[in-house]
Structures are given as C-alpha cells and as structure tokens.
C-alpha cells in the first residue's frame, strides 16, 4: 500500500463511518476468512469463491458491507475534487451518464451533479446494510427473498463510483501513488460479482479495459 494512501487509512478518512462486524460472529469470522485469503495473496478469482461448507448469502453480505467500506474509502481520497463545478453531472465520460431515482423524493430517474449522487448512493446503501430485514445479523435468521435483487442494485451502484472515479478522477489516484491500491480493490469487486452474477456483464462495459 502506498505511503499516501497509508496516511488515509490512519486518518480513517472515509467518505462515511465504516460499518464493522461484531467480534464472536459468523460475519465477523467469514469477514476474517475473506481478508486471510486478501492478505495471503491467494488469486482474486480464487479468493472471491465461496469456501466450502458456508451459505452463499452470508458470503454474499459479507462481501457487499466490505465493498461499500472499501469504495467510500477511495471516494472519500478524491471528494475534495469531486464538487458541483468540476461534476456538475454523474457520469462516466460522455459516454455514460448515471440518473439517480429512490422511493422518496427522485420518484423518476434524475440528472445531479456526482457529490449529490455519491452522497444520495452512500445514504440509501448505508439504510440498506443496516436494516435488519434485509441484512439480518443473527445466525439462523433467514435472509428475504428480495436479498439478492437489493444486493444486485446496491453493487451495481457501487460500481458507478468506480466509473466515476477512474474516468474523472484517476489523475488524482496517481498523485497520490494509489493506483495500485484501487486497481486491485476493482478487480476484487469485478472478480467477485462476476463469480455470482451480481451485475449484468452489459452493465460492466465502462471498465471493462481494467480487468482485462
């Protein structure tokens, strides 16, 4: 990791407060298992696979809260740069522009600048991790029948900032000598959903030169 991006993790910078695992777990033990695995330097294709004998929706949700960390880290390193002047529209490039639509007040698909995106997405998913019926903590409740479908559109968005990020603000990444770091965090998530079907392969076109 580089020395820059050492400095924001001792900051604790992140975009929003990082959502832990409680110790004593079975999240907090597949968490552990899936960083070993990181750590160990196992092949991302290999670490991303569901070890043997665990459920694949707790795997699953492990993985989509360790995400969301992760992502609001990186986005909370270039945030200062990313502001209604210099992304006064969600995008990826000209190519792709992202509309940001919830239950509540965007009832429709709408244009925003990339700050009032990114902080609408961190919200909305943060609301989501911590809702009990969709992302229960206790060993032997079930997960909903709608997990999966919330989990698609959760990582899916999340991967917005990922376009973002690498079409508007890479510069930045290499100035602080973190490319490196970022890279490898994508390719982990693109390993990962690509594993379980967790976002449409047409959905992935923005960045699929970086895995390749």
């Not at 993790?9 to 777990?25: A, I, L, M, Q, S």
């Not at 552990?32 to 569901?50: E, P, R």
């Not at 707790?58 to 960390?69: I, K, P, R, S, Y």
Request: aromatic share 14%; glycine share 4%; with cysteine.
């Amino acid at each position: 990791m580089s020395h820059a991006l050492k400095q924001v993790f001792n900051k604790d910078k992140t975009f929003r407060p990082k959502r832990k695992f409680e110790p004593g777990t079975q999240r907090f033990e597949l968490h552990k298992k899936a960083q070993a695995s990181l750590n160990a330097g196992l092949d991302l294709k290999v670490a991303v696979q569901l070890p043997p004998g665990e459920e694949q929706n707790d795997w699953v949700a492990v993985h989509v809260v360790d995400f969301f960390n992760r992502i609001n880290l990186i986005y909370g390193t270039i945030s200062d740069y990313c502001t209604e002047q210099s992304c006064p529209v969600m995008s990826g490039g000209p190519k792709y522009e992202y509309r940001w639509q919830d239950e509540h007040k965007y009832r429709k698909p709408t244009a925003l600048s990339a700050p009032q995106y990114m902080n609408l997405l961190m919200d909305w998913i943060e609301v989501q991790i911590n809702n009990e019926d969709i992302f229960p903590t206790n060993v032997g409740t079930p997960f909903p029948k709608n997990f999966l479908p919330v989990v698609k559109k959760i990582l899916s968005r999340l991967f917005r900032v990922f376009v973002h990020v690498y079409i508007h603000h890479f510069d930045r990444i290499t100035q602080m000598g973190s490319e490196a770091h970022v890279n490898t965090c994508y390719k982990h998530f693109y390993y990962f959903v690509k594993e379980f079907n967790l976002i449409d392969t047409k959905e992935l076109e923005p960045l699929v030169s970086v895995c390749v």
